[in-house]
């Protein structure tokens, strides 16, 4: 049995605890509010993750540190840097490896499917903050003073999980309500279930090969906006949704009052266009593999509250 320091109890970051638990390790789950999912070996821990000295104390002696903490969406530029930043010094201070949540952002626009070995362009503000965190921990890696590995994600789906889907089709689809979404309909997207990238997490920090490189999580659909909106329908025994496109000005004018929905204007690229993940190696090398869509619709279905 080992002791393992998760950061972060959102939906990715609470299922990643409960594996490790459930799979008889000791969890340390380290939030600012002490938050997390009740389990007998999971230690909810209330801290601030950008204070160092208190993460060198929590992460001393634990096999691995896990790095699914995530800002407001709206804060990523004052929050996010030192955040993972002093996540990084505390596990080169301790020794203990790093395993990071990621996404796609620092790729920036790509032509064709996402793979790992491609460089990081991004053309966001979030992208370059994501690229940047992955190569500072990468340098800390080419240096010897750290075994680190990122897992990155595409958007998510499951209960509790936030993406573009689940806040502008699901739960309008689920409540029965016309949906506004401010992207192609029909191009295809990759889809990450979070209980597939908490798994991915744990396989990269089992595995002696996965660190100084990325993994992308095996996606539980590569289904448009549409064909993802007409079967969660189908599994709720709701009514077939109504879609319909949402232009750039209607979204800027409702990112006037949402600061959240002010940031999605520069992530366009992302539904505009098909976007498709490749993660074939991992499911080779790490073996993982995804989750039925079914599976992960049905979950979506029937906590209709998460969403």
């Known amino acids: 049995m080992s002791l393992y320091v998760v950061v972060g109890a959102g939906a990715t970051g609470s299922a990643t605890a409960r594996l490790l638990a459930d799979a008889g390790e000791q969890v340390r ?76 952002y620092g790729y920036g626009p790509v032509d064709g499917p996402v793979t790992e070995d491609l460089p990081m362009r991004p053309t966001s503000i979030k992208g370059h903050i994501r690229a940047q965190m992955w190569h500072e921990a990468l340098d800390a890696y080419d240096a010897g003073r750290v075994r680190a590995t990122e897992v990155r994600a595409s958007d998510y789906l499951g209960a509790g999980a936030i993406s573009p889907f689940t806040l502008m089709v699901g739960a309008q689809v689920l409540n029965g309500s016309p949906v506004s979404y401010p992207g192609d309909l029909d191009a295809p997207h990759s889809w990450t279930y979070t209980g597939d990238a908490a798994r991915t997490l744990i396989a990269a920090a089992r595995h002696e090969k996965s660190w100084g490189r990325a993994w992308h999580v095996p996606s539980t659909s590569d289904a448009s906006v549409r064909e993802l909106a007409s079967r969660l329908a ?15 000005s209607e979204l ?48 979506m279905a029937t906590t209709h509250g998460h969403l």
Not at 272 to 294: C, E, M, Q
């Open 234 to 248: 189908a599994t709720a025994g709701s009514r077939a949704p109504e879609l319909g496109r949402m232009t750039v």
């Open 29 to 104: 789950l380290v939030t600012r509010r002490g938050s997390g999912p009740a389990h007998e070996r999971i230690e909810l821990v209330r801290a601030d993750a950008t204070d160092s000295s208190r993460l060198i104390e929590l992460t001393a002696g634990t096999a691995a540190v896990f790095n699914c903490a995530m800002p407001p969406y709206n804060r990523w530029p004052s929050e996010f840097p030192p955040l993972a930043r002093a996540l990084l010094a505390a596990v080169e201070r301790t020794g203990t490896d790093y395993v990071m949540l990621g996404n796609t």
């Open 252 to 299: 800027e004018e409702i990112g006037r009052t949402n600061p959240v929905m002010a940031e999605v204007p520069e992530m366009l690229y992302l539904y505009d266009r098909p976007n498709v993940l490749d993660a074939s190696i991992t499911t080779a090398a790490l073996n993982v593999t995804p989750t039925g869509t079914a599976t992960v619709l049905d979950e």
